[in-house]
């Protein structure tokens, strides 16, 4: 199994903790899955509050040392770079199984373009404000689409976004942010490991996307097609 991990931020660092555990102790035949995580960004004390890390730095690489040493049996790899135009296609294969934790629209519109080129992917995206948040699935298999992409009608945001890309900011823009709660990045981690979760079980997942409110505890899953 080949999993990517783009984005190690709130909510990629809660989801990858339970996600090793899981490949790690549960199932033998994942013990040998492939986990790379793809990040180009640096721990900073301020993330303390929601993003576990044990010393400053690349976030895919000091994540991908404290993991490495938690799960031994996984082949836990770190590509410390913002996923670009350029880098998509050698980092995104056929069959691979993509977690995508990112919090900007050019990003998401770039890795949904890309996995609708591929024949066979899963791309789990998930993202947050401040007491909700979604996910989005996007399964293709045998170059059939089972679900919609992200970059479609209901997201014109994703289909044509008006936001710069990680790379095109300056430090200023970089340092703001929309306001985040640790809680909700749990939650919206928990509904994209769920999703990953059935296609595991069954191969199959029956939904496009789940709508999270932690306020009110509801997971709302949705089909479009």
């Keep these: ?28 035949s994942l013990r040998g899955a492939v986990i790379t995580l793809v990040d180009g960004d640096s721990f900073e004390p301020a993330n303390s509050s929601r993003q576990a890390f044990v010393r400053p730095g690349n976030k895919a690489s ?36 993509v977690f995508l934790c990112v919090d900007n629209f050019q990003t998401r519109h770039l890795v949904s373009e890309r996995c609708q080129d591929l024949e066979n992917v899963l791309l789990i995206s998930g993202g947050n404000e401040l007491e909700d948040g979604n996910i989005q699935v996007y399964l293709r298999r045998d170059r059939e689409d089972l679900t919609l992409p992200l970059a479609n009608e209901f997201h014109p945001e994703i289909e044509e976004p ?20 640790l809680f ?6 928990t509904a994209m490991l769920n999703a990953f ?19 009110t505890n509801q997971f709302r899953p949705v089909m479009r097609r």
């Design 62 to 97: 000091s994540a991908a040392s404290l993991l490495s040493e938690m799960f031994p049996s996984l082949a836990i790899r770190a590509e410390g770079v913002y996923i670009n135009p350029k880098n998509c296609y050698s980092i995104l294969q056929e069959g691979d199984i």
């Design 1 to 28: 199994m080949k999993v990517k991990v783009i984005g190690i931020g709130g909510i990629g660092c809660q989801l990858l903790l339970t996600l090793c555990r899981y490949l790690n102790y549960t199932q033998e």
């Design 184 to 189: 909700t990045n749990n939650a919206v981690a």
């Design 162 to 181: 008006a936001d710069k890309h990680p790379e095109e900011l300056g430090c200023a823009e970089a340092v703001e942010s929309i306001p985040q709660l």
């Design 197 to 215: 979760y059935q296609y595991v079980a069954t191969g199959n997942i029956e939904y496009d996307e789940v709508y999270v409110d932690i306020r």
